[in-house]
């Protein structure tokens, strides 16, 4: 492993992961390629542009020739695909880059590697498709029940890397990774999200009852997971990468305003997200069998978490603006003029 060319690395975990890499193995070479689409943003790379061992390629992973050229240009042995459309609520509106790039771009990453010689491909994927999970904990081996655009453009991805392995015998793993916050993450998702508007004292839009559980996961050591999967991950096996700390979402974000410093009174009850799954949660005793073990505890990453936002208005104002604003309208403006379900 030398030259490893890691996707969708301008975006939030994709980001931490370049930049823990870039720092941490000094003599890989550390190739981003992204899209920049709305949520790749290179203000995240910033504290690595000057490193030796970091280049920047901006390119689609569905744009087959571009994903060559990249390949045979840096001579990569190595692929960790974070590219994806992330959020599940865009996906509910607006499907179609879901499958351009976490299906169909997937597939040509898998077959312009496969042709040109990659080793491990390691495909970055999410504990949504496994579905809601009622009680007890998924395992790698549960089936998929994916029930959001997302979801299910994520399995899509998921089961081509997996044939992939079985039929071409490509070196593959897989990484399942549960709800990830920390800095740098777009503010469409829940907590950057309200973190900012809080700041501005804004009404805070939770879906329905809020009871919805997620196990909420550290950026850092999500990265950590897909370090030791990259490094010690059985070909063609797939890791959960577990917070083990499931919250009420009303909870979360109640922990949050303590922090904050602002009242309980901005949550505002609206209308439920379509489809929205009541719960997630992994077992990932199998990623501890490799070795990796958690170093964040919630508390503190989400005090950590909310400095961050308070100290880098520059960072999230620039991005809470044009096209931004368009979606947020869409997404929220009649919700938070509705009562909730
Ligand atoms: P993000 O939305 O912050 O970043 C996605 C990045 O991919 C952006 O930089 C974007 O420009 C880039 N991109 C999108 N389409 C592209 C394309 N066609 N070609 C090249 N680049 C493209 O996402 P994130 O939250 O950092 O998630 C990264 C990965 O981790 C995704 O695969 C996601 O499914 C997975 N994941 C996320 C979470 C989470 O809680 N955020 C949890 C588990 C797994
Ligand atoms: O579980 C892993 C997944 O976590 C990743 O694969 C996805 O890329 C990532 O977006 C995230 O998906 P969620 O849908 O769980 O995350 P989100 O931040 O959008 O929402 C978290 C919870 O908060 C969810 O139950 C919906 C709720 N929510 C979210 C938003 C944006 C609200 O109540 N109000 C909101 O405005």
Redesign the pocket.
């Known amino acids: 492993m030398k030259n490893i060319l890691v ?10 992961f370049a930049r823990y890499m870039v720092n941490t193995y000094p003599h890989y070479n550390i190739i981003v ?9 290179l203000n ?1 790379l910033t504290p690595i542009d000057d490193e030796p061992n970091y280049r920047f390629v901006r ?5 087959r020739d571009a994903v060559r050229r990249t390949l045979a240009e840096y001579q990569i042995d190595t692929v960790v ?7 599940v609520d865009r996906s509910i509106l607006q499907p179609d ?1 879901f499958i ?3 299906v169909v ?1 997937v597939y040509i990453m898998l077959d312009e590697s496969k042709k040109h010689g990659v080793g491990r491909f390691l495909q ?5 498709v496994y579905g809601d999970v009622e009680s007890g904990y998924s395992v790698e081996t549960d089936t998929f029940l994916p029930n959001s655009p ?1 979801a299910a453009s ?1 399995a899509g991805g998921e089961l081509m890397v997996r044939a992939y392995h079985v039929t071409h015998g490509m070196d593959t793993v897989i ?7 920390g800095p740098y ?2 503010p469409e ?1 829940l907590l950057p999200l309200f973190i900012t508007e809080a700041l501005d004292d804004k009404p805070l839009p939770l879906y329905g009852d809020g009871l919805q559980v997620r196990d909420w ?1 550290y950026v850092e050591d ?1 990265v950590t997971g897909v370090d030791a999967v990259l490094h010690r991950g059985e070909s063609g096996e797939a890791y959960n ?1 577990a917070g083990e700390n499931e919250l009420h979402n009303i909870d979360v974000v109640k922990q949050m305003l303590a922090l904050v410093g602002k009242p309980e009174s901005l949550i505002k009850h609206v209308p439920d997200r379509e489809g929205h799954d009541r719960r997630y949660a992994m077992n990932c005793d199998k990623l501890r069998a490799i070795g990796w073990e958690r170093r964040y505890n919630f508390p503190d990453a989400l005090a950590e978490t909310v400095r961050w936002y308070h100290d880098n208005e520059w960072w999230w104002r620039e991005i809470k603006t044009g096209d931004y604003l368009d979606y947020f309208k869409q997404q929220y403006a009649a919700r938070l003029s509705a009562d909730a379900d």
Do not use: M, P
């Open positions: 996707t969708g690395a301008a975006g939030f975990i994709g980001s931490a390629f992204d899209k920049l689409t709305y949520a790749g943003n995240n390119g689609d992973i569905a744009d695909n974070f590219a994806a459309e992330s959020h880059a351009h790039t976490d771009g970055v994927s999410t504990d949504e997302y994520k990484t399942r990774g549960s709800n990830t916050f993450q777009y998702k996961l999500h990468v």
